[in-house]
């Protein structure tokens, strides 16, 4: 196995790689894997120094978390945390985010992964009053009493969202959209997470594969990847797909990034590049649907820190094509 640089996980206290593997495409959102190509992928994660699986309950309904409970049976070799995610399962209303709900997403949790113990439960994009609420803090607070989980995060929409959920004590790490079209956060929410010892997860880091430099405007995706069905935020919250942003502007903006790809980088390692080296990131988790794909991603670990002039060249691109567009919004 390749070693890859590790940071500590916020309040979790374990430490994961810089780059992990994001299991969503796992599950067939993103067009149907079979099981033996999922093995493949992670099987490439692992062997170049990856040491952190993200998932959710709902990934496939299920099936990502079961395919990485199958694959983990068979390597005790490989050291992962594996963090998942509950709450979508339900409607999305406050009230269903009680300790009975969280028992049930659990106990199913438990079973697709095989483990008595969940590494990482992060609550799945909520909505924005059970950041807020007492009780469930409380019945989080529960699950750890109760040996169901080890440590419990947030995965959160907004900046003011990750900031209320940093200010809690319990929680271990915050996961965000964070890439060089998703600058917002660098403003407060990554000081205020770095100076409570959160961790902070960055995900849609490519955003959706825009930063990847591989698409045109007339790439046409299948009628089952959710960069065809969701680009208006029709299924789920629109800043999952594209990070929100116009698919012709993004096509734009991302020709201009390919052009920052430092000699012998991809303009996807180069943007995975630039989010290890912000201040507070613990980790990035970008999903791969190839063994080539899980590689190149960790390889990206590896790659000299991007210079001041590129750094203020995303900056530039940032504000001239994409803030007008969205920034407010975020």
Same mark, same amino acid.
């Given at each position: 196995?390749?070693? +890859?640089?590790?940071?500590?996980?916020?309040?979790?206290?374990?430490?994961?790689?810089?780059?992990?593997?994001?299991?969503?495409?796992?599950?067939?959102?993103?067009?149907?894997?079979?099981?033996?190509?999922?093995?493949?992928? *992670?099987?490439?994660?692992?062997?170049?120094?990856?040491?952190? $699986?993200?998932?959710?309950?709902?990934?496939?309904?299920?099936?990502?978390?079961?395919?990485?409970?199958?694959?983990?049976?068979?390597?005790?070799?490989?050291?992962?945390?594996?963090?998942?995610? +509950?709450?979508?399962?339900?409607?999305?209303?406050?009230?269903?985010?009680?300790?009975?709900?969280?028992?049930?997403?659990?106990?199913?949790?438990?079973?697709? *992964?095989?483990?008595?113990?969940?590494?990482?439960?992060?609550?799945?994009?909520?909505?924005?009053?059970?950041?807020?609420?007492?009780?469930?803090?409380?019945?989080?607070?529960?699950?750890?009493?109760?040996?169901?989980?080890?440590?419990?995060?947030?995965?959160?929409?907004?900046?003011?969202?990750?900031?209320?959920?940093?200010? #809690?004590?319990?929680?271990?790490?915050?996961?965000?959209?964070?890439?060089? $079209?998703?600058?917002?956060?660098?403003?407060?929410?990554?000081?205020?997470?770095?100076?409570?010892?959160?961790?902070?997860?960055?995900?849609?880091?490519?955003?959706?594969?825009?930063?990847?430099?591989?698409?045109?405007?007339?790439?046409?995706?299948?009628?089952?990847?959710?960069?065809?069905?969701? #680009?208006?935020?029709?299924?789920?919250?629109?800043?999952?797909?594209?990070?929100?942003?116009?698919?012709?502007?993004?096509?734009?903006?991302?020709?201009?990034?390919?052009?920052?790809?430092?000699?012998?980088?991809?303009?996807?390692?180069?943007?995975?590049?630039?989010?290890?080296?912000?201040?507070?990131?613990?980790?990035?988790?970008?999903?791969?649907?190839?063994?080539?794909?899980? #590689?190149?991603?960790?390889?990206?670990?590896?790659?000299?820190?991007?210079?001041?002039?590129?750094?203020?060249?995303?900056?530039?691109?940032?504000? #001239?094509?994409?803030?007008?567009?969205?920034?407010?919004?975020?």
């Amino acid at each position: 196995m390749i070693l +890859m640089e590790q940071r500590t996980l916020g309040r979790t206290g374990r430490d994961v790689s810089v780059v992990g593997q994001g299991t969503w495409q796992l599950g067939g959102d993103w067009g149907e894997v079979e099981e033996k190509d999922a093995f493949d992928v *992670l099987d490439a994660a692992v062997d170049s120094g990856v040491t952190f $699986f993200d998932t959710a309950d709902v990934y496939g309904d299920g099936r990502s978390e079961q395919l990485i409970g199958r694959y983990l049976k068979n390597r005790p070799d490989a050291d992962i945390l594996v963090a998942t995610k +509950m709450g979508r399962r339900a409607d999305q209303l406050p009230e269903n985010y009680v300790l009975d709900n969280f028992r049930t997403w659990n106990d199913r949790s438990r079973a697709n *992964l095989g483990t008595d113990t969940l590494d990482l439960v992060q609550l799945h994009c909520p909505p924005t009053a059970v950041y807020s609420s007492d009780a469930v803090y409380d019945a989080l607070d529960t699950l750890v009493d109760e040996e169901r989980i080890a440590a419990y995060a947030v995965s959160v929409e907004t900046c003011a969202e990750a900031l209320t959920a940093i200010a #809690r004590p319990g929680v271990a790490s915050v996961q965000i959209i964070l890439n060089p $079209f998703r600058l917002k956060p660098l403003d407060e929410v990554l000081p205020a997470a770095a100076a409570a010892g959160v961790g902070i997860i960055a995900r849609v880091p490519l955003a959706s594969g825009l930063l990847s430099g591989k698409y045109t405007k007339d790439t046409v995706f299948g009628p089952d990847d959710h960069r065809t069905y969701n #680009r208006h935020g029709e299924a789920f919250d629109q800043g999952e797909t594209f990070s929100g942003i116009d698919y012709a502007t993004g096509i734009a903006a991302a020709a201009e990034f390919a052009a920052l790809a430092p000699e012998g980088a991809t303009p996807a390692q180069t943007a995975l590049r630039w989010i290890i080296q912000q201040p507070g990131v613990t980790s990035v988790i970008p999903g791969a649907r190839s063994v080539e794909q899980a #590689r190149a991603n960790a390889a990206a670990a590896s790659l000299p820190p991007l210079p001041q002039s590129t750094l203020d060249a995303v900056r530039e691109l940032y504000d #001239r094509s994409i803030r007008p567009e969205v920034h407010d919004r975020w």
